[in-house]
């Protein structure tokens, strides 16, 4: 891998990824416990969280369209100046009567990231050989880690001791280094396509039937059906999740940024560990298995992390707690590794891009479902209940994985690539 890191506009574009993760970290941070500081409000904080991805949903598929008919280097520099001077009017927020504030920035800069990540993706292949994927993808995967490892720590410290306008000032910063980063690369230059009217008109038409093609392979695919049902109940886990890890913080272990900044820190911690053991099983177990496992290891464990505090003194529950993240990191990492994998493997390569923006978009309506719920409940409720609720989800749905796809074989419409769908091998056991 260092390798790679010897190609300069890959350089270049990895030291810009790293400094504005991590600059995204203090602000996910950020946002999230200022707004609950303020406001002691569920509710309110679940709006924000909302606000964040309600662009994805609605845009994070229609965004490459855009980026694969311009420059890409210059919708990065761009999206990250624009990024940049987006969170300039957080420095007006000092009260619940400028609180729509942060609710416009956190829509603003969703929308400006959905152009950014296509783009990055799209323009890593012209920056390294092709034999130098593989190893730059992953550096990519090291820069979240280690993003998310050092980030949340530094939000909640700086949250704490500067408030939300030193988080901005930061994150505005970052954004700035990496755009002036990304103008350092020279990539190649690409020809631009001569688009009319009637030319774009039936790229929306071609673009609308080859998308409800990919959709009606979900129903036909057993392997499918399991994936999006579990991918339907972790989305609502983890909107529970995103809303109430703060009030948790806050509420049941009566702590603060600081603290809520460490527990995402030691979820780094064992998300790099994760890497190290966990990666090397997929290369011998069933993607299938290694998701259901993981994700009923991962719904155990966060049971474990919110009924800590009621079984164990506040003094010693607040570091069980940080232990039980580190762990809780390790199999969250296979379930990356089973859920991209597993759907490699059972999908014809003409249809995965397709396939994969169906799930996105499932997973975050059923997040934005589940921020409602916290939102609703959780002020009423309790953060613990619907935690538990939560990691339930997570039991339930490595429980289904284990049982329905117990039988099912690894790799049938990847050995064919480009198989017609009706003719693939070992359909029996794909097709429920």
């Excluded at 064992?270 to 991962?298: D, E, H, M, N, T």
């Amino acid at each position: 891998m260092l390798a790679t890191l010897r190609s300069r506009d890959f350089a270049l574009v990895w030291l810009a990824g790293l400094i504005s993760l991590t600059g995204d970290w203090l602000l996910m941070i950020g946002l999230p416990i200022y707004t609950y500081t303020l406001t002691g409000s569920a509710l309110a904080t679940s709006i924000m969280f909302m606000a964040a991805i309600v662009p994805q949903l609605l845009l994070g598929s229609v965004a490459g369209v855009f980026v694969d008919r311009w420059s890409r280097k210059r919708t990065m520099v761009a999206t990250n100046a624009l990024l940049a001077l987006g969170l300039l009017p957080l420095l007006l927020v000092h009260d619940t009567g400028t609180l729509w504030i942060v609710y416009v920035v956190a829509v603003v800069e969703s929308l400006l990231a959905q152009f950014f990540a296509p783009a990055e993706s799209a323009i890593l292949p012209t920056l390294v050989r092709a034999d130098q994927l593989i190893a730059a993808n992953s550096l990519n995967a090291l820069n979240k880690n280690a993003a998310r490892l050092g980030g949340p720590a530094l939000g909640g410290l700086i949250v704490a001791w500067a408030g939300l306008g030193g988080v901005a000032l930061l994150d505005a910063l970052s954004f700035g280094l990496a755009a002036a980063l990304v103008l350092l690369i020279r990539p190649p230059a690409r020809s631009s396509a001569n688009v009319t009217t009637e030319s774009v008109a039936q790229a929306e038409k071609s673009i609308l039937r080859e998308w409800l093609a990919g959709l009606r392979l979900v129903p036909r695919s057993r392997v499918l059906k399991v994936y999006f049902v579990m991918f339907a109940a972790m989305g609502l886990g983890e909107g529970i999740f995103s809303v109430l890890l703060v009030v948790f913080a806050v509420r049941v272990l009566h702590g603060g940024a600081e603290l809520l900044g460490l527990m995402m820190s030691a979820q780094a911690v064992g998300g790099l560990l994760g890497s190290l053991i966990v990666a090397p099983f997929g290369k011998r177990v069933s993607p299938y298995r290694l998701l259901g496992v993981c994700a009923l290891l991962f719904g155990l464990i966060d049971l474990a992390i919110v009924d800590t505090p009621v079984l164990v003194p506040l003094t010693a529950a607040i570091t069980v707690v940080l232990v039980l993240f580190v762990a809780v990191g390790i199999p969250s990492v296979g379930l990356g590794i089973g859920a991209d994998s597993g759907i490699q493997m059972a999908v014809p390569n003409e249809y995965l891009g397709r396939i994969t923006g169906a799930a996105t978009a499932l997973m975050s309506l059923l997040m934005l479902a589940g921020m409602a719920l916290a939102g609703t409940l959780g002020d009423r409720v309790g953060a613990v209940p619907l935690l538990n609720l939560q990691g339930g989800m997570y039991v339930c749905a490595g429980m289904l994985a284990l049982v329905a796809l117990r039988k099912v074989r690894s790799g049938a419409w990847s050995a064919q690539p480009g198989a017609p769908v009706e003719g693939a091998a070992d359909e029996a056991e794909l097709v429920g």
